[in-house]
């Protein structure tokens, strides 16, 4: 059973640099085909999509945020990361990590395990 | 990028009721279109993939159909546990994007 946990900062000053980890355990990051993706929830709205990585290291990203996101994939720890650069209030949200698997039968993407969330505040 | 729309926004229903939301996208995406299920406080959690399979585990009063550019979650009799928020996904472009979500609520 293949697990999610996101970690990381709580709380990120303006302009900075937020950082978080998601950490895959009861399967290896690099088995499969699975994209691991981000996204992200401001409190009371809808979901939005951050970005993914494969583990061969493509990525795909929101075009809103591209320019601020990089995703990366560390397999030895099988552990993706997502940073977002000069972050403002409108960043605070809690962020989720997911598994988007890839279903051969109808060439669809869904992602069918999530971490618990982590949230994340942007403050002075 | 495609814009998913849900229709309604919020809804209010009673336990035993059938349900259906409506998801439409701005350009065809095939049967590209997954629903998941949201409690306060909870990650979200896959219901339907690829329009109308359902996923291990869920319930079998959740049904998806559609193709194209519109899609529907019925709900056939609403279970307390089913008061939540549904969003839908499409995953045709590599640019995925959400519906922004309905709301269902015990009236």
């Known amino acids: 059973q293949v697990q999610l946990q996101e970690s990381g900062p709580g709380l990120v000053k303006p302009s900075q640099t937020l950082s978080l980890t998601c950490t895959v355990s009861?399967?290896?990051?690099?088995?499969?085909?699975?994209?691991w993706s981000w996204i992200r929830q401001p409190a009371g709205k809808g979901l939005e999509w951050i970005g993914r990585?494969?583990?061969?290291?493509?990525?795909n990203y929101n075009p809103s945020l591209k320019s601020r996101v990089t995703i990366s994939v560390d397999t030895s720890k099988n552990q993706f990361s997502l940073k977002l650069s000069s972050v403002t209030a409108a960043d605070t949200a809690v962020y989720y990590c997911?598994?988007?698997?890839?279903?051969?039968?109808?060439?669809?993407?869904?992602?069918?395990?999530w971490g618990k969330g982590t949230t994340v505040t942007v403050s002075s | 990028d495609i814009q998913m729309t849900q229709s309604p926004s919020s809804l209010s229903a009673s336990v035993g009721d059938r349900v259906t939301i409506t998801c439409r996208a701005s350009?065809?995406?095939?049967?590209?279109l997954n629903w998941y299920q949201q409690k306060p406080g909870k990650a979200p959690k896959l219901l339907i993939y690829a329009a109308s399979s359902l996923q291990s585990g869920v319930p079998s009063r959740f049904s998806g159909s559609g193709s194209g550019t519109d899609f529907t979650l019925t709900i056939s009799s609403l279970q307390p546990e089913d008061f939540a928020t549904y969003y839908c996904?499409?995953?045709?472009?590599?640019?995925?994007?959400f519906g922004q979500g309905t709301r269902l609520e015990i009236k």
């Open positions: 350009q065809s995406i095939s049967s590209y």
């Open positions: 009861g399967g290896s990051i690099s088995s499969g085909s699975y994209y």
């Open positions: 996904q499409q995953s045709y472009s590599t640019r995925v994007t």
């Open positions: 997911a598994r988007d698997r890839y279903d051969i039968l109808t060439g669809n993407y869904y992602m069918d395990v």
């Open positions: 990585i494969y583990t061969s290291g493509s990525t």
